[in-house]
Structure formats: structure tokens, C-alpha cells
């Protein structure tokens, strides 16, 4: 059994084939959590909840909807709608059986509006976050945590929090120092195809850091994830990346820790398990 515990099956990217991108999964015998970015996504992951057995919800507000930018994240450009965190919405729709956590939710300082300074990006960021802190406080949930670029501020945020929440920080590509960091906090790292990337010959610095991280972490903190249709592993570079090529995650994660494949991925969804409580497998 595998989990990809991070998709966005719900996104127009597979708006005509996720019937078979989700059949292809089932007989992988991989789950999937699939993760909102705004309402209407959180609304869909919901929806695919709902048709597909073993694929559950993760409902929240993505630091990118908080500001109006033109995005990529469709795959499409399009401007951003700026939305405003709604805590009562997001409650009623995290009720449902099926979502696990509350996400994805966090700091973004990588696509920054033009004529947004960072400091009033992280103001704003910060007050939704501490909405989605809440909320997942109130219904006992775990938190779905997206940070780029800025990882002190994320840190600095979370310390501040009391009780901490549980939580995963998801598609981590940062040093090992940040890494024990956030293990400190109690949680958990989500690793992506990124892992599987060569490094640059010009600048392999951060490659070898983030396989390091993967060295260092120890298994029992660990869940893979995909970020489809982001991040195709690189055996599939190039291709829209679909759940399923979780797999090379977990067969790159075996190779730097010199562990069976079968060993990581028990207990990768063991861990998945364990975070996301409500899955009753
Ligand atoms: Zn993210
Ligand atoms: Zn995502």
C-alpha cells in the first residue's frame, strides 16, 4: 500500500481523464488525499472524496489566493481570486466524513504580487493561517502546511503557537538545519519527486542538501506525496505527474536510506495513518 498523501486530482489539469488517472491508482493499491487551494478546489476535493473509495479531502486556503497575482497553478494562467479566509465556510466543509486535514495553508514569498511588499504578503499570510490554525484545532485536525521561500518566518510562526498543531510541512525542499527544525515542532515532512531530480552541475548544492534531509529524517516522520500535476519524477519528466508515481518517491527514499522498498512504504502509510486519525482503515 502507498499514499500519496498530497494531489490535486480535482484540478483542471485532469478534467477529462480522472475517472482513469483514479482506476490506475486503485490498482496500484495507492491512496490519495486530494488537497484544496481555495474554496471551490476544497469544494472538489470533497466531490472526489466522495465518488472515489480510499481518496479523501484536505480543505483550506492557499497563501496564493490570499492576493490577486496572475498564477500558474492550473496549469493555466489566471488571475488569482483574492479570497479572504471564511472560517465558518471551511468549518461546514471540513465536517465531512472524508476530509483529514485542513490545507493546504501557509507563507509564500516565491510568487509575490507586484507591488506587494513582503512584509504585508506575510502579515496577511499569517492571519489566514492562524484562521486554518484554529479551525483545525477546533475539529481536531492535522494541518497541511505549504512554505516557500520562507521557512524563518514559517518556523518563527509555528513556535509561536501554543498548543502546537500536528500537522505535515508538505513538499519539503529545504537543508537539513530548517528540516530539524520543524521535526522539533513534532512534524511531519512530506517528500515529492523533486527527490528524485538530478542535481544542477552549476549549482548542485541544494539537490545534495535536500538528500541529506531524506538521510537524516527519521522513517517514522516521513510521508510521501506527489503534488500532482506538479513534479513528475524524474523517470516521468515532462509528463503531467499522476498519484500513482508515488512509487519512485518511495523507491528513491529506500535507495538514500538503504532500506527495502517494501519497508518504506509500510511505513510511509503508517505514518499517513497515524497523522491523518480520521481514515479509518
Ligand atoms: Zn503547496
Ligand atoms: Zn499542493
Same mark, same amino acid.
Given at each position: 500500500?502507498?499514499?500519496?498523501?498530497?494531489?490535486?486530482?480535482?484540478?483542471?489539469?485532469?478534467?477529462?481523464?480522472?475517472?482513469?488517472?483514479?482506476?490506475?491508482?486503485?490498482?496500484?493499491?495507492?491512496?490519495?488525499?486530494?488537497?484544496?487551494?481555495?474554496?471551490?478546489?476544497?469544494?472538489?476535493?470533497?466531490?472526489?472524496?466522495?465518488?472515489?473509495?480510499?481518496?479523501?479531502?484536505?480543505?483550506?486556503?492557499?497563501?496564493?489566493?490570499?492576493?490577486?497575482?496572475?498564477?500558474?497553478?492550473?496549469?493555466?494562467?489566471?488571475?488569482?481570486?483574492?479570497?479572504?479566509?471564511?472560517?465558518?465556510?471551511?468549518?461546514?466543509?471540513?465536517? *465531512?466524513?472524508?476530509?483529514?486535514?485542513?490545507?493546504?495553508?501557509?507563507?509564500?514569498?516565491? *510568487?509575490?504580487?507586484?507591488?506587494?511588499?513582503?512584509?504585508?504578503?506575510?502579515?496577511?499570510?499569517?492571519?489566514?493561517?492562524?484562521?486554518?490554525?484554529?479551525?483545525?484545532?477546533?475539529?481536531?485536525?492535522?494541518?497541511?502546511?505549504?512554505?516557500?521561500?520562507?521557512?524563518?518566518?514559517?518556523?518563527?510562526?509555528?513556535?509561536?503557537?501554543?498548543?502546537?498543531?500536528?500537522?505535515?510541512?508538505?513538499? #519539503?525542499?529545504?537543508?537539513?538545519?530548517?528540516?530539524?527544525?520543524?521535526?522539533?515542532?513534532?512534524?511531519?515532512?512530506?517528500?515529492?519527486?523533486?527527490?528524485?531530480?538530478?542535481?544542477?552541475?552549476?549549482?548542485?548544492?541544494?539537490?545534495?542538501?535536500?538528500?541529506?534531509?531524506?538521510?537524516?529524517?527519521?522513517?517514522?516522520?516521513?510521508?510521501?506525496?506527489?503534488?500532482?500535476?506538479?513534479?513528475?519524477?524524474?523517470?516521468?519528466?515532462?509528463?503531467?505527474?499522476?498519484?500513482?508515481?508515488?512509487?519512485?518517491?518511495?523507491?528513491?527514499?529506500?535507495?538514500?536510506?538503504?532500506?527495502?522498498?517494501?519497508?518504506?512504504?509500510?511505513?510511509? #502509510?503508517?505514518?499517513?495513518?497515524?497523522?491523518?486519525?480520521?481514515?479509518? #482503515?
Amino acid at each position: 500500500m502507498l499514499f500519496d498523501t498530497h494531489c490535486h486530482l480535482q484540478f483542471n489539469a485532469y478534467k477529462d481523464d480522472a475517472d482513469e488517472v483514479y482506476k490506475k491508482c486503485a490498482e496500484k493499491g495507492v491512496l490519495l488525499n486530494v488537497v484544496g487551494s481555495q474554496r471551490d478546489t476544497s469544494k472538489r476535493a470533497i466531490a472526489y472524496a466522495e465518488k472515489y473509495p480510499d481518496v479523501y479531502a484536505t480543505v483550506g486556503l492557499h497563501p496564493i489566493h490570499l492576493l490577486s497575482a496572475e498564477v500558474d497553478e492550473e496549469e493555466v494562467n489566471f488571475k488569482s481570486r483574492e479570497e479572504k479566509f471564511d472560517y465558518d465556510l471551511y468549518k461546514k466543509l471540513a465536517e *465531512h466524513p472524508k476530509v483529514i486535514a485542513i490545507g493546504e495553508c501557509g507563507l509564500e514569498l516565491y *510568487h509575490l504580487p507586484k507591488g506587494v511588499d513582503e512584509k504585508s504578503a506575510i502579515q496577511i499570510q499569517t492571519e489566514a493561517f492562524i484562521g486554518q490554525y484554529k479551525l483545525a484545532q477546533e475539529l481536531n485536525l492535522p494541518l497541511v502546511i505549504h512554505v516557500r521561500s520562507a521557512h524563518r518566518q514559517m518556523i518563527d510562526l509555528l513556535s509561536s503557537l501554543s498548543p502546537l498543531p500536528r500537522g505535515v510541512v508538505h513538499c #519539503f525542499t529545504s537543508n537539513w538545519n530548517i528540516a530539524k527544525e520543524y521535526l522539533d515542532l513534532g512534524l511531519y515532512l512530506g517528500f515529492t519527486g523533486v527527490i528524485t531530480f538530478p542535481a544542477k552541475k552549476t549549482d548542485p548544492k541544494p539537490q545534495e542538501e535536500l538528500l541529506e534531509v531524506v538521510k537524516n529524517c527519521p522513517l517514522d516522520r516521513i510521508l510521501t506525496e506527489t503534488d500532482a500535476p506538479y513534479l513528475a519524477p524524474q523517470k516521468y519528466r515532462g509528463q503531467r505527474c499522476e498519484p500513482w508515481m508515488v512509487e519512485e518517491v518511495a523507491t528513491k527514499i529506500a535507495e538514500i536510506k538503504k532500506l527495502a522498498v517494501e519497508e518504506v512504504m509500510e511505513k510511509a #502509510f503508517k505514518n499517513a495513518l497515524k497523522l491523518f486519525a480520521k481514515i479509518h #482503515f
